[in-house]
């Protein structure tokens, strides 16, 4: 079973007041059902057909048809079909199903918007499993102005939502992990919601080991980098005797650096200070391997 589909599980067996049901349910046939002298409304969501279904029957007081038909796709999953034929005036009226836009009165205040979010979703929602590489969350809806709609009343919660048109449809999308989290959270998907946040954290952890790994990794590269570089530099001044020639100071880097090939220069400036009792800092190793370097350079040119 998707994550998508585990979610929806979940939300379609919330149980909501009658305000709340009928800006869900404007949202649901609003996006996937088909308007006309009837309604028909289809989807391949058991548990959502089911709250569909029952939605209808405790708002208005009849027991809608329901058709079972095999799917024609790939995987010939049961589309559910749930058709309405009595109270056809009322229902477009009730839910606002005859405007491109709903009326004001649908999602009035923060829960009715929370149910006409959570009846999106139920009916054109879907999001990634947070174990996959990519965080995403999607609505496709029919037009730009409805997308626009809609990116609004998820922005009211700060969602950070766009809008793309995709082939003759449009798709609204968020792509922030923490922002996903906040809308299961919105939808009261509690478990779901502790599903996704459990991967999340330990896929952030486990990005943020890797990059201290090759943070760390790349350090110990630089070293010993320098270090070579150094010791290249040490020898080629050792090889024409010119180690006499240096004061003693940095002749005695020189020789702790040959000695210690893949130290950093603060682990070599600890090991001098202690082994020889005389205190010298980093950047006192540092100033002696520049007179090093300097005359490397030196016999180079000469």
Do not use: W
């Not at 996937?32 to 058991?46: M, V």
């Not at 959502?48 to 007081?61: A, G, N, P």
């Not at 299961?184 to 486990?206: C, G, V």
């Not at 570089?229 to 180690?243: M, P, R, T």
């Amino acid at each position: 079973m998707s994550y998508t589909s585990i979610v929806k599980n979940e939300v379609s067996k919330l149980d909501m007041v009658e305000t709340e049901n009928i800006s869900e349910l404007s949202a649901i046939i609003r996006n996937i059902g088909q308007i006309g002298e009837n309604i028909k409304i289809s989807s391949e969501n058991a548990s959502v057909s089911r709250r569909i279904f029952t939605l209808i029957k405790k708002i208005y007081h009849f027991t809608p048809k329901i058709v079972v038909r095999r799917g024609y796709n790939f995987n010939k999953n049961y589309i559910y079909i749930i058709e309405i034929n009595q109270k056809i005036d009322l229902i477009k009226r009730d839910l606002s199903l005859d405007q491109e836009i709903p009326k004001e009165y649908i999602y009035a205040d923060e829960f009715l918007i929370r149910a006409y979010l959570r009846g999106l979703f139920l009916s054109s929602g879907s999001i990634n499993d947070p174990k996959k590489s990519q965080y995403h969350l999607e609505f496709i809806v029919d037009n730009l102005n409805y997308a626009k709609f809609i990116s609004k009343l998820l922005n009211k919660f700060n969602l950070k939502s766009k809008y793309l048109k995709r082939e003759n449809k449009y798709m609204v999308y968020i792509k922030e992990a923490e922002k996903i989290s906040d809308f299961l959270r919105i939808m009261n998907a509690t478990n779901s919601l502790f599903y996704y946040e459990d991967i999340r954290i330990y896929r952030d952890h486990k990005n943020m080991t890797n990059r201290l790994n090759n943070c760390e990794q790349a350090n110990i590269d630089k070293v010993i980098e320098t270090a070579t570089k150094q010791i290249k530099e040490i020898n080629k001044i050792k090889k024409i005797g010119g180690l006499e020639l240096l004061d003693e100071k940095t002749k005695e880097v020189a020789i702790y650096r040959l000695k210690y090939p893949d130290v950093s220069l603060v682990e070599l400036s600890e090991i001098i200070s202690i082994e020889t009792g005389k205190q010298i800092s980093k950047s006192g190793i540092y100033h002696r391997f520049n007179k090093i370097k300097e005359m490397a350079k030196k016999i180079k040119e000469d």
